[in-house]
C-alpha cells in the first residue's frame, strides 16, 4: 500500500525556517518524481515544487522561489522541503504527492503557521 | 504561466441530479488534465486523469471530457459522498496550475 507521511510542520515566526519532510512507503520511490502542494486555510491548492526522480530536474512556484529548496534521498525513500524567509502568507497545510503525471497518491499533510 | 478557471464556483444540487463542472485552460493544454475530490480536513484523491481516464478504484458515475481549452467533469447522478470540493489541474507544463475549486453543496 502506497503511504506518505509528512512531518515537521508548526508554528514558525516571519522571517524563520522550517524543515518538512515527507516518508515514503509501499512503492519504489526513486522512480517517481514528487512534488510539495499547499493549501492556505479556507483557500485552494496551490503547487510549490517538484523533483524528477533522480534530483535532476526540479521546480519551483515563483511565489517560493529562492526561499524554499526541495531536495530528496532516495536510500532513505523521504522527500524534504527547507522553507527559509518564512512569511505570513505562507501558512497553510503542505501536502507530498506521487507524481505519475497526474498526482496518483497525496498524504494527509502538515500544518505550517507562521505568526509572530 | 497556464491558468485554469473552472465554474461554477459553488454548486447547489440534489443526491440524483447530473452535475457538470467546467474547468477552462488559459492556452491549450491537450489532454493533460486531472479532476481531484477533497472533502474538508483530507487530502485531494485523483477522480480522473489525462482529460478522461478513471482512476482506479473511482466510480462509473464520474467522467470527464475535452481537450485543449476546455475541459468538463460529470457526476452523472450524485450520491450523499460526492459532496465536496472539485479541483482540476493541468500538467502540460510548469508551473502545474490548478483551477480554484468548485464546492458541491447540498440544495
Known amino acids: 500500500e502506497v503511504q506518505l507521511v509528512e512531518s515537521g510542520g508548526g508554528l514558525v515566526k516571519p522571517g524563520g525556517s522550517l524543515r518538512l519532510s515527507c516518508a515514503a512507503s509501499?512503492?519504489?520511490?526513486?522512480?517517481?518524481?514528487m512534488n510539495w502542494v499547499r493549501q492556505a486555510p479556507g483557500k485552494g491548492l496551490e503547487w510549490v515544487s517538484s523533483i524528477s526522480s533522480s534530483s535532476s530536474y526540479i521546480y519551483y512556484a515563483d511565489s517560493v522561489k529562492g526561499r524554499f529548496t526541495i531536495s530528496r534521498d532516495n536510500a532513505k525513500n523521504s522527500l524534504y522541503l527547507q522553507m527559509n524567509s518564512l512569511r505570513a502568507e505562507d501558512t497553510a497545510v503542505y501536502y507530498c504527492?506521487?507524481?505519475?503525471?497526474?498526482?496518483?497518491?497525496w498524504g494527509q499533510g502538515t500544518l505550517v503557521t507562521v505568526s509572530s | 504561466d497556464i491558468q485554469m478557471t473552472q465554474s461554477p464556483s459553488t454548486l447547489s444540487a440534489s443526491v440524483g441530479d447530473r452535475v457538470t463542472i467546467t474547468c477552462r485552460a488559459s492556452q491549450s493544454i491537450s489532454s493533460w488534465l486531472a479532476w481531484y475530490q477533497q472533502k474538508p480536513g483530507k487530502a485531494p484523491k485523483l477522480l480522473i486523469y489525462?482529460?478522461?481516464s478513471l482512476e482506479s478504484g473511482v466510480p462509473s458515475r464520474f467522467s470527464g471530457s475535452g481537450s485543449g481549452t476546455e475541459f468538463t467533469l460529470t457526476i452523472s447522478s450524485l450520491q450523499p459522498d460526492d459532496f465536496a470540493t472539485y479541483y482540476c489541474?493541468?500538467?502540460?507544463?510548469?508551473?502545474?496550475?490548478f483551477g480554484q475549486g468548485t464546492k458541491v453543496e447540498i440544495k
Open positions: 489525462k482529460a478522461s
Open positions: 509501499g512503492f519504489t520511490f526513486s522512480s517517481y518524481s
Open positions: 504527492a506521487r507524481q505519475r503525471a497526474d498526482f496518483d497518491y
Open positions: 489541474q493541468q500538467y502540460n507544463s510548469y508551473p502545474e496550475t
